[in-house]
């Protein structure tokens, strides 16, 4: 009979070790504080939400502007790791619930009483255009006042649509993949987007419609990436200022635009990059 014990609680154990094992991190989580940041414990936190090609757990290097924030953070001696989310609201979460260090992102909408315990540093300026469903517009899609009134706008959280809301555009909201959803499935009707982004969420997402989004003539809304530090923790202001000296010294030895020549090629150094110094300090958007 003790043999039997033996032998039946050592099998239990196996099978729980197996299971440990087998089973995803993700089922193992019990809270909300899952972040990369639990393998540096001494390390600060910088969040921000996966945003492919530019920022992304899926592209190597963690992207190359993830490349290019790393290299800097390391430049700057800014001993901080880079936390990639599913959602926007996690990374604002942390930095205005729990004195996170800093973020990075676009379209962060914050009241002024926010933004004064915020620092921006421009970290890069996406190039957008407007995007359609041919189908739905086999004519192709002209914006203007007369006929913007009579569409409906897909925007990202938090983006600005004042505008919009001016025209009598009807607006709907939601993340880039879903409103490339929306626009197949005509809730919508155009959206503005980074070239990139959607380029790469097509050919991942939606391979066999790549050819029936097309973009309108008209300019795109060119968004702003910035890492946003947080003034209300002790190594904020310090770290924005290292962080945005040793960002303007990799723009000027050209390392910045090695890094998105090796991701993207020298052609699209100058499509898709806008230069930093047109930006003029770092307290505001």
Do not use: C
């Not at 619930?97 to 909408?109: K, M, S, Y």
Request: hydrophobic share 40%; net charge neutral.
């Amino acid at each position: 009979m003790e043999r039997f014990n033996r032998a039946f609680w050592t099998r239990v154990v196996i099978t729980l070790i197996g299971m440990v094992l087998v089973s995803p991190l993700s089922a193992l989580a019990t809270g909300p504080r899952v972040t990369t940041a639990l393998f540096s414990v001494d390390k600060e936190e910088i969040h921000t939400t996966d945003f492919p090609p530019y920022i992304s757990s899926e592209v190597i290097d963690s992207g190359f502007v993830g490349e290019i924030i790393n290299t800097a953070l390391s430049d700057a001696k800014v001993d901080a790791v880079l936390t990639i989310h599913p959602l926007k609201r996690m990374s604002k979460y942390y930095l205005l619930q729990e004195n996170a260090l800093a973020v990075v992102g676009r379209h962060l909408t914050f009241t002024d009483k926010m933004k004064s315990d915020l620092i921006f540093v421009p970290v890069m300026v996406l190039e957008e255009k407007y995007y359609y469903y041919k189908p739905k517009h086999p004519e192709g899609l002209k914006l203007n006042a007369e006929t913007l009134k009579g569409l409906t706008y897909g925007a990202h959280h938090d983006e600005d649509v004042s505008r919009y809301a001016k025209t009598g555009t009807v607006v709907d909201e939601g993340s880039t993949v879903v409103l490339l959803q929306k626009l197949k499935s005509g809730e919508i009707d155009f959206i503005s987007a980074p070239i990139l982004t959607v380029k790469w969420l097509l050919k991942r997402y939606m391979p066999e419609d790549m050819e029936a989004f097309a973009t309108t003539d008209d300019a795109g809304d060119d968004e702003t990436l910035y890492m946003v530090f947080n003034r209300k923790h002790a190594e904020g202001k310090a770290a924005a200022a290292k962080f945005k000296a040793a960002l303007a010294a990799m723009t000027k030895d050209g390392r910045y635009q090695k890094i998105v020549e090796k991701h993207l090629g020298g052609d699209h150094v100058k499509r898709y990059m806008r230069s930093l110094e047109s930006f003029n300090g770092t307290s505001g958007q």
